[in-house]
């Protein structure tokens, strides 16, 4: 997966031919950061091979009765309005739709999850409270992250947090989990901001793909509605001004961009000559 290959829109057990896809350079819309990032993550793992197989064999296996006895699997006949949009996405670039599972949740929530066979997790109030063009962000998102495999390294990257939890240690040369998780952590932001470029390159809204950011982040339509944006963009340069030893490690915490640095992101992408020569390729 390097970041100049073009590659077809396509999940790798496709039947369709690649000469019928539509072909996108994934440079187009990856932080141009991520390809060093996820190698310095990789290195930092030890067992992944084992790490890949525990999850397979057992934890994506447990998850499934839950799945199905516990939430609604999306179809054409159960939460239809889903389905049509993830179906779209997936039929305009060729790729097989992956399993949509909604769950109650008062949280606005949506994720992509697994290995083997990856699935997407997304709770009702989000898919209540959403406009379909925040939707298809989000979807496309989650879409994106599955065939590009982001979904997969993710879940890499927390399974060997979790056995470091319960005592074992799945990483390189003695590095300590705070120093795993600042790596593995700004893996996990550079990949978000790729795959928002990429959410707006499906939905083409940027006003969508901005309210959807602050929906999901402040987990209110009321606040969402009551933000300035160029205010609440400009946040990011009180972060940015934070610099002791505590505020960095706070920084370094966390595993998705603050939302104004995402929001601020995606309107430089929009207006770049990468966006304007994937949106060629999409027409």
């Known amino acids: ?82 389905y049509r949009i993830a179906h779209r996405i997936c039929q305009q670039f060729n790729m ?38 925040e939707l298809e962000f989000l979807l496309a998102r989650e879409i994106g992250k599955i065939h590009f495999h982001y979904t997969y390294f993710n879940t890499l990257l927390c399974e060997a947090l979790e056995m470091l939890a319960k005592g074992a240690v799945p990483f390189s040369n003695g590095i300590v989990e705070d120093v795993a998780k600042v790596i593995f952590y700004r893996w996990s932001r550079l990949i978000n901001y790729s795959v928002d ?11 969508a793909a901005s309210q959807a ?19 609440f963009i400009n946040q990011a340069k009180g972060i940015n001004e934070l610099h002791d030893p505590v505020y960095e490690a706070a920084k370094s915490d966390e595993q998705f961009p603050y ?15 990468r966006a304007m020569m994937a949106r060629k390729l999409l027409i």
């Open 96 to 133: 097989d739709l992956p399993s949509i599972f909604v769950y109650e949740d008062f949280y606005y929530a949506i994720d992509s999850k697994g290995m083997e066979n990856p699935w997407i997790e997304l709770s009702a109030s989000l898919i209540t409270d959403f406009t379909d063009k």
């Open 1 to 82: 997966m390097e970041a100049k290959t073009a590659f077809p829109i396509g999940l790798p057990h496709s039947n369709t031919g690649i000469e019928e896809m539509m072909m996108i350079e994934q440079d187009l819309f990856l932080h141009p950061f991520e390809s060093a990032a996820r190698e310095e993550m990789l290195k930092t793992l030890n067992f992944k091979n084992q790490i890949e197989e525990q999850y397979i064999h057992f934890e994506e296996k447990k998850r499934r009765p839950d799945l199905l006895g516990k939430t609604v699997k999306v179809s054409e006949l159960q939460v239809p309005r889903v």
């Open 197 to 207: 470029c990429f959410g707006y390159l499906v939905c083409q809204d940027l006003h």
């Open 213 to 231: 950011i602050l929906k999901c982040v402040l987990n209110s339509v009321f606040l969402a509605e009551n933000t300035n944006m160029r205010e």
């Open 259 to 273: 939302a104004p640095f995402r929001i601020k992101n995606i309107l430089a992408y929009a207006s770049s000559e």
